[in-house]
């Protein structure tokens, strides 16, 4: 969608759209460290160049109003900047008012309302942060419109708390973090304890990134993914009784194998495994990157399916279907990404393949499941940020 076309569609829904500013937060992709943000491990994910669009203009008083192009049918949903609570009805627009509230308990004063038009172009329910995105799009915003000076990590954090405490959905800080402080061309490996984290220029030479999307919505994965965070929360109060660390990632994987019967529940001790295994993983994964090395890069990335397939337990058949496809062409990787059950898987695919890999896996996942994939080939942007004429 062309900026002059919203800018016109914000004309239509507010009136004059004389002082708007636009702003632009990406989706994410994780190319590997899946569910290791939660257990204080590392992830390695990288902004895409889709993302949500959102323009902005300060109202007189104190209204807050939400206009989305992707759900015309909710019309403007309304809400007063002192009476922001979670309502269902409201669906989307809970993450931006979620945005405002944390904003507002944080002390950052919103002095005024605002009108806002917002436009994503991420596949909903895909694990691509379209949530984050629009957090992150929201977060930036407000933090330039009212010239509050907040630190960009200090944002991603706000971010995140919306998502957990307004939202009421207890993610880790991997997705709010891509969104932003991604850099174009490149991958942020992030400690998601310490949050240190390093741009790692994606070279990828005679290969492209391609996003599969299963087309399967993730129904169970909210409460799937609360579950996997119980059982590695459990797994991690039997190992402390005996050993000294704050989290799961503080083990290597030898450690973890001298200790794991530690941990009594067998599926628990599984997660757990995966959680170790994982972080050790991308580690490694990051410094064969680093190195040149894309094959040895992309067997992490199968391996890593292959512990969330077995030990977590969150792929599911669509999933490993397209994963498995996939493995039958020529890649030098393939793993689902975000957390399961449904939703993408990303590729590491030669260029001159692409055509054939994209119809192959596609004719294949098809007779597997009977559903058809998207596929894109990945463009990496930057952060969140005002786009300026
Ligand atoms: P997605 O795929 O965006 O739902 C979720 C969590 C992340 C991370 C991954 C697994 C949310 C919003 N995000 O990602 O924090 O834990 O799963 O690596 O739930
Ligand atoms: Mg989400």
Redesign the pocket.
Known sequence: MKKNELREKFAQIFGDDGSVRTFFAPGRV?LI??????NGGH?FPCALDIGTTVLARKRDDKLLRFYSMNFPHAGVIETQLDDLIYKEEDDWANYPKGVVDVFQKEGKSIPAGLDLLFYGNIPNGA???S??SIELATGVMLNELFNLNIDRVQIVKYAQKA?NEFVG?N?????QFACGMGKEGHAILLDCQSLDYKYTPLQLSDHVLVIANTNKRRGL?DSK?NERRAECERALAELQKELDIQTLSDLTVDEFEAHKYLIENETDRKRAKHAVSENARTLVAVDKLNDGDLEAFGKLMNASHLSLMKDYEVTGKELDALVEAAWNEDVLGARMT??GFG?CTINLVNKEKLDDFIKNVGDAYEEATGLKADFYVVGIGDGAKEIVE
């Open positions: 994780n460290g899946e569910h290791t943000d939660y992830v694990g691509l942060s949530s984050a998502e959905v993610c880790g800080i991997m997705d994965a993914y975000g957390a939703g």
